[in-house]
């Protein structure tokens, strides 16, 4: 699952609303944030300094322009701002046709994430009917990838009929909770990224229940050695998978532990 890392991707999207000012995010370089500050932002989660949130309001604010839509079997469309299908606001559309592999897009934070940031991200998704759930290809929808070539130290997918948290090209792996189509899904993970796996810790949960407590990837960190990460989602996947793909994020929140 290599991808390139140009610099174009720093690129803040020039389409959207005039942008808010800019704040830092400790450890991930810089941030356009519409809301930011102690929140919890939902019952059984852990509090969050929000650095840097979106619900799609003002459309792409705050991402930045990327070149992963390009692909070898053909252009993809670029990702867009759409009516919810919760009926609630606004969502941003990740769409795949059978055999294609990528739509994604970076948020203007978590791009930078550096040996010891300890980071939590919070997201809401709805996954049209029809979304290969339980492919058992390879099926991403949230990587923190490493500066350069390779498969990302940590990610996390879809397949199998849940979502998961793995890395370290398939080296570790535990699930997050299942992958349903037609319903809102609420995910929160907390991620120490650290290369020493005695250091690398994860946390999770799901529709406000904790499935992940304390998990050190066998064998791995979170992080390559002498790399940092940054945070992409959307849908990238094995080009065997026939079937077409709909995502839909509703909300993203980037911050740290209150």
């Known amino acids: 699952m290599a991808s390139p890392h140009p610099a174009s991707r ?3 999207l020039g389409y959207a609303l005039a942008l808010p000012a800019a ?30 949130s979106t619900d799609f309001s003002n459309g792409w604010e705050g991402w930045l322009d990327t070149p992963w839509n390009d692909q070898p079997q053909g252009e993809v469309p670029r990702p867009t701002v759409v009516d919810s299908p919760t009926a609630q606001g606004k969502a941003g559309r990740f ?42 290809a390879w099926q991403v ?12 130290p940590c990610e996390i997918k879809v397949g199998n009929g849940v979502y998961a948290l793995d ?45 992940i407590t304390g998990y050190h990837p066998d064998g791995a960190g979170t992080l390559y050695e002498g ?20 995502r839909f994020l509703t909300e993203l929140v980037i911050g740290t532990p209150a």
């Open 167 to 211: 890395g370290n090209s398939g080296g570790w792996h535990v699930d997050i909770g299942p992958a349903e189509t037609g319903k809102p899904i609420d995910i929160t993970v907390q991620i120490t990224f650290s290369a020493d796996p005695g250091k690398a810790v994860i946390d999770a949960w799901y529709a406000g229940e904790q499935t």
């Open 23 to 52: 704040v830092a995010l400790a450890g991930t370089g810089a941030a356009t944030a519409a809301t930011r500050g102690p929140a919890k932002a939902r019952a059984g989660v852990p509090d969050i300094d929000v650095q840097w």
């Open 141 to 152: 929808v949230m990587q923190f990838k490493n500066d350069g070539e390779g498969s990302p």
């Open 95 to 136: 769409h795949l046709e059978g055999g294609q592999q990528r739509n994604e897009s970076q948020p203007d934070a978590a791009q930078n994430i550096g040996e010891g940031d300890t980071l939590i991200f919070q997201f809401t998704d709805y996954l049209e009917d029809g979304f290969p759930v339980d492919t058992d």
């Open 10 to 12: 720093r690129r803040v």
């Open 227 to 246: 790399l940092s990460s940054y945070l992409k989602t959307g849908i990238y996947r094995d080009t065997s998978i026939g079937e077409a793909g709909t």
